[in-house]
């Protein structure tokens, strides 16, 4: 099923028109599909038991995409071939890294459905619009033991091309439920039995050094806000409990993604250490 191509317009290149455009792009991905940039991001494509749509190279990434998706040599998934002054025409701009997959997207669970899970872990987003802040996030959830990912109506779109490509493509092994009630669905989460972390810098919030193993819950949701405005209140009252991370009084806050590294770091330990 190797393809070479040299019309930019063919329409079996549709999946990949206007790449850097995020708002045409979820139009056009809709639920359906995604983009995955880059070896390591079809890597986990593969891993992840999503099914690829099509691959898209240039001439030089021929052998090397396919000693990495054997598939791509017998099977049935489309490999299109182009120049890289011909790719960068088919997708809007130049794609340095040469090779791009199209993938069969999941359907995004209900909070009823992960709950229900045998996850124990959630990480829980609200209003992060900042794709890389998302797939910084995944990455570190995949990382640290974080079971799946919770994100209420306003966040980003999980599958995103910066997202999969920023998360190393490790945000497509998790599974992905989005909120449609916010902050209720929280409450889907509780009696399910979680215990929800509110992450914020506030002094009265208690410190996450001083919780001990023994005090971590069986079923615990770490609930991130965006940068700059953080948790609303509406969400902050909705959780169990206000948590923060200790740091230097001069410092007004971490990044998110930091912040949540270092979080899941700490639940990881708690739970390494007999919690």
Known sequence: M???LDDPGDPRLD???????QAARR???????FIAEGYVSIDR???SGHELRSVLVTPSRVERIIERVPMLRSGDTPLYVMTRDLMEHAVGFDLHRGVVASAQRRPVQTVAEIAASSATRLVVMEGLNDAENVGVI????RALGMHGLVLDPTCTDPYSRRTVRVSMGEVLHLPVARATAWPDDLDVLHQAGFESW????????LDLWSIQPAELPERLAVVLGAEGPGLSAATMNATSQRVRIPIDPDVDSLNVGHAAAITFAAVSRAVASGA
């Open 138 to 141: 995944a990455r570190a959830a």
């Open 198 to 205: 509110a992450m914020t810098p506030a002094d009265d919030s």
């Open 45 to 47: 494509v593969v891993d």
């Open 15 to 21: 999946d990949y028109c206007l790449l850097n455009d």
């Open 2 to 4: 190797i393809i070479e």
């Open 27 to 33: 139009v056009r991905e809709g639920d359906e599909f």
